[in-house]
Nanobody
């Protein structure tokens, strides 16, 4: 059993910063990718940033130059540093991880419960 626990959401003023964390726990042999998604009210869930096991990173255009994804492999934790936040960044942010739970098992996808980020004056 694998769990993803997110933290760090909250209310911030435009131009402010937040740092989200997502810790994976449980039966983990290796983690392939860790990704942050977000879903605003009335909109589809969208990818924000992804980090792959080798260290390469991908960002949505809306996140480039403002958000930074990083990972602490020893802690099975991924972070999303969000700077220069805008009202349009308001959404529930979800952590996603693709994990191999045992050496010879396939990869499975797991989701966190989500953390609310609200950007408002």
């Amino acid at each position: 059993q694998v769990q993803l626990l997110e933290s760090g959401g909250g209310l911030v003023q435009p131009g402010g910063s937040l740092r989200l964390s997502c810790a994976a726990s449980g039966s983990i042999f290796s983690i392939n990718t860790m990704t942050w998604y977000r879903q605003a009210p009335g909109k589809e869930r969208e990818l924000v940033a992804r980090i792959i096991s080798g260290g390469s990173r991908n960002y949505a255009d809306s996140a480039k130059d403002r958000f930074t994804i990083s990972r602490d492999s020893a802690k099975n934790t991924v972070y999303l540093q969000m700077n220069s936040l805008k009202p349009e960044d308001t959404a529930v942010y979800y952590c996603n991880a693709v994990i191999r739970t045992q050496r010879f098992t396939g990869l499975r996808e797991y989701w966190g419960q989500g953390t609310q980020v609200t950007v408002s004056a």
